[in-house]
């Protein structure tokens, strides 16, 4: 037998009502039972309430009958619901687990949450098993098969720690005009131009370039960055190569830094990168005189984010490589025009990373004294 509830609100509960219906912050369920409950006050019939707002009449019931036995601010809230049993028992989700993280079969280069499905079926006892419960189960475990993560794992021996306190070292020094610190890399870069002419950008359309494209080859920019002041310089290079870096460094020393005693580099251990290499360029006695100006600081291997320059590389990167470029002589026009706009705005790298940061995040992966096996770290 039905139980008719009727509704009578006071005047404090029926301001309460119009405020809930009146607040955009609320929830749309909260707000829809506000509604119910201030026809319902007035007498109207629930057949036309339902019409109205428009809701089923079982709601309606529902939200008076817990008004009346209740109170109002029961109404208005939502019951917790039991919701309906989990598919997987906690053996079962194991499985999953287990057989996300391993590799995936023959034929596939990753797990999809329809052949991990497929292949849980299999192992426990169920019929069929949709691709919704498998991703539910996935997220509460933290996991996604269909990403990875690439890095590098050094060594931590004790040639990866002096390394790394040397340099970081050179970056805590106080800026010297006789003694400067200058980061030194390179990156290449593809000369791509355009097959056809791209269509200019207009309101509401944005610029369109066509897919298709032409390799014009590839350049190398060779980067320099003082570690202490605002200063970089790029320079523009067809190859990479041994000649290149010697003609690099009789540059840092007669044409950037000619008043300095000795200019500290700090450069990643590429095989160019050699001070015997002045010697292939340059006769003995010049390779000499450039080389007793220099001290060259190499970062370990596999740890090239100790390298102040790469970070200036990724700044160049952004604001001035990332589009299509089609030759030399534009590339150096650009690099060149960017170079100047970073210098003027007194742009320069902050460096945070000390010796004692590094004591104290990686002082357990410190080789111990006595032990000359290492440790690895993920960098």
Not at 164 to 183: F, I, W
Request: glycine share 4%; hydrophobic share 40%; proline share 6%.
């Amino acid at each position: 037998m039905n139980v008719r509830y009727i509704v009578e609100l006071s005047d404090e509960e029926r301001e309460q009502l119009v405020a809930v219906d009146a607040d955009s912050t609320a929830g749309p369920q909260q707000r829809r039972r506000a509604q119910i409950l201030l026809p319902c006050d007035r007498g109207i019939p629930d057949m036309v309430i339902a019409e109205t707002l428009p809701c089923g009449t079982s709601t309606i019931y529902r939200t008076k009958k817990r008004r009346v036995e209740e109170g109002i601010d029961a109404a208005l809230s939502e019951q917790p619901r039991e919701g309906g049993q989990r598919k997987l028992t906690g053996t079962e989700e194991a499985t999953l687990v287990a057989l996300c993280c391993a590799a995936p079969p023959e034929g596939c280069r990753r797990w999809t949450l329809q052949l991990l499905a497929d292949h849980v079926v299999r192992l426990v006892d169920h019929d069929s098993l949709s691709t919704e419960t498998i991703r539910r189960r996935l997220a509460e475990n933290a996991l996604k098969p269909w990403r990875r993560k690439m890095w590098c794992i050094p060594a931590v021996d004790a040639e990866f720690v002096m390394r790394m306190e040397d340099v970081l070292d050179l970056y805590a020094e106080r800026p010297s005009d006789t003694r400067p610190v200058v980061s030194f890399d390179e990156t290449p870069i593809q000369l791509i131009g355009e097959t056809r002419v791209p269509v200019p950008a207009a309101p509401g359309r944005l610029r369109r370039l066509d897919y298709e494209y032409c390799r014009n080859g590839t350049a190398n920019l060779v980067v320099f960055v003082d570690a202490h002041r605002p200063w970089r310089h790029v320079k523009v290079t067809e190859h990479r190569t041994a000649l290149d870096f010697a003609e690099c460094m009789r540059d840092l020393v007669d044409v950037h830094f000619p008043r300095a005693d000795v200019i500290r580099v700090v450069m990643d251990n590429l095989s160019t990168h050699r001070a015997k290499n002045l010697y292939d360029a340059f006769p003995a006695a010049e390779a000499r005189r450039i080389l007793r100006r220099l001290e060259f600081h190499f970062t370990p291997k596999h740890a090239s984010w100790l390298n102040m320059v790469d970070i200036e590389i990724s700044v160049l990167s952004r604001q001035c490589l990332d589009r299509r470029i089609p030759d030399m002589t534009m590339l150096i026009r650009e690099v060149a025009a960017w170079q100047r706009r970073r210098d003027a705005t007194g742009a320069r790298i902050t460096w945070m990373f000390n010796v004692d940061g590094a004591r104290r995040k990686l002082g357990r992966s410190y080789p111990a004294p006595g032990d000359s096996g290492g440790n690895a770290i993920a960098a």
